[in-house]
């Protein structure tokens, strides 16, 4: 088992060294240049359309509100990655680490504004009236070639569906162990894996609907918990704030040296961190998207921008700050519990507590995420009534399973397995980049006109695949008395 882990690792490093991460920062930095920068220019625009509500006609229809939309992508992003992952980057990479995350996401936010703009676009609307999309569909509808949206679809609901989600279950039963039974009782672990298992299955056999209402309160809940914990901590350590981006910028270019990261190690585990809390271009947060009722594909491509921003400046951010700000004693620590005793030596024993809490909202929220993407990408796939309900059991087994392993190599598989759905997705987004450009441009136009943008599909001529933008018939008039 060693040995196959060590060689999954040799190659992943492989392939995210020098293929996956020279393609997704050049990939960000051709969207930013096409879109002028539209991650920066339009951010004002993002959080007025957070709030924006669902179209009377789709009242009805069991399709998402765009905030609803945006907490189950957040829900996915918003993850163990930002409190283990961060800590586990300033470990490997020094405070510069942190830098090049904020680089990532100030880039990646490009990809993400294409990727969801275009799985609003090419989305369609199931027989239970809500809608699904994302890289699967624009791949078939856009480029059509359905052949690569099946190898996406496997690819994801393996990935998320049930790798990410055996992680995530193993993850709570690590964290919340240690508090409940101090990690000593061999009955906890099957005992809370049963008891996550039954808590995710009242979710996801409620449908997208009540995953987006369950998202709608976990994530605000546990983003203000764990950011009231972040900002205590900074409050008490405030005179180490200037070092810490004295740090933080002088790490990044080698003026400053910490925790033995060099330059190359920090922009690695940065940028890779970064690409896993965000997840910009992988594809993943599209298949949210879709499900909102917008009228305008470009108002779901801003809002999930602002989800980019929202998890590693905000989230991640702020766990540098905790780590960097108490300055605590490595000691082999480079995760969930660099964070954790971080946390306890400026707030004390409680707040280890408090933090066990907050991993298992992530935790929790992430696994109905990663549960959705597997249930889109189904539908795209097949139609037949029994491969949804057979893929909720199987996902609560894995849950149940994860909860008791080891996933040492599921981890290091899931990364391969990542690389390679973000490296399909970005070869897609590329060549309709052009699309989500001319989306943007017809957007602004209505806008400056001092219009609610409306976006039907007779504005671009030319376009195919699109189902869901069709103009409204004319209503047919009645004839006039003679």
Request: proline share 4%; with cysteine; charged share 15%.
């Amino acid at each position: 088992m060693d040995t196959l882990d060590t060689v999954i690792v040799d190659v992943n490093d492989v392939f995210w060294t020098y293929l996956l991460i020279p393609l997704v920062v050049g990939a960000g930095l051709w969207f930013t240049l096409r879109s002028k920068g539209v991650q920066l220019r339009l951010l004002p625009e993002m959080l007025r359309l957070l709030t924006e509500k669902k179209r009377p006609e789709d009242d009805d229809a069991k399709s998402v509100s765009s905030f609803g939309a945006f907490t189950i992508s957040a829900a996915a992003r918003v993850g163990t990655g930002n409190i283990a992952g961060v800590a586990t980057a300033i470990t490997l990479g020094g405070a510069g680490a942190v830098f090049w995350m904020w680089a990532m996401a100030l880039v990646g936010a490009a990809s993400a504004f294409v990727e969801s703009a275009l799985a609003q676009l090419y989305k369609v609307r199931g027989e239970d009236g809500s809608f699904r999309g994302g890289p699967a569909y624009y791949m078939q509808r856009a480029l059509g070639k359905r052949w690569l949206g099946l190898v996406f679809a496997v690819i994801i609901t393996l990935t998320f569906g049930f790798v990410f989600n055996a992680v995530q279950s193993n993850t709570i039963v690590a964290v919340t162990g240690g508090s409940v039974s101090g990690g000593e009782e061999s009955w906890f672990a099957p005992v809370a894996g049963i008891a996550v298992a039954v808590l995710l299955g009242l979710v996801i056999f409620g449908g997208v609907r009540r995953i987006a209402s369950v998202t709608q309160l976990l994530v605000p809940v546990m983003a203000v918990l764990y950011l009231v914990l972040g900002l205590a901590v900074v409050v008490l350590n405030i005179s180490e704030v200037p070092g810490v981006f004295l740090d933080i910028v002088g790490g990044a270019f080698g003026v400053r040296e910490v925790a033995g990261g060099a330059v190359g190690a920090a922009i690695q585990n940065g940028i890779r961190r970064g690409m896993f809390s965000n997840e910009a271009g992988l594809g993943s947060a599209p298949n949210a998207s879709a499900t909102a009722a917008v009228s305008h594909p470009v108002k779901q491509g801003l809002v999930q921008t602002l989800g980019v921003f929202f998890d590693t400046l905000l989230i991640c951010s702020m766990t540098a700050f905790i780590i960097l700000s108490s300055n605590p004693s490595l000691d082999g620590r480079q995760g969930a519990d660099l964070t954790q005793s971080a946390l306890q030596s400026t707030l004390g024993d409680w707040a280890g507590h408090v933090l066990t809490v907050v991993v298992f909202m992530l935790c929790f929220s992430t696994l109905i995420g990663n549960y959705y993407y597997g249930e889109s990408n189904l539908g795209f796939m097949t139609s037949n009534r029994w491969v949804l309900p057979s893929y909720r059991v199987l996902v609560l087994v894995t849950v149940f399973l994860g909860a008791m392993g080891s996933v040492s190599v599921v981890w290091n598989l899931a990364d391969v397995f990542m690389g390679m759905m973000a490296l399909v997705n970005l070869l897609a987004i590329l060549p309709l980049s052009a699309i989500a450009v001319r989306l943007l441009v017809d957007y602004q136009e209505q806008r400056s006109a001092g219009l609610n943008p409306v976006f039907t599909v007779d504005r671009l001529p030319g376009l195919k695949g699109v189902e869901c933008w069709e103009a409204p018939k004319a209503p047919v008039r009645p004839a006039e008395p003679v």
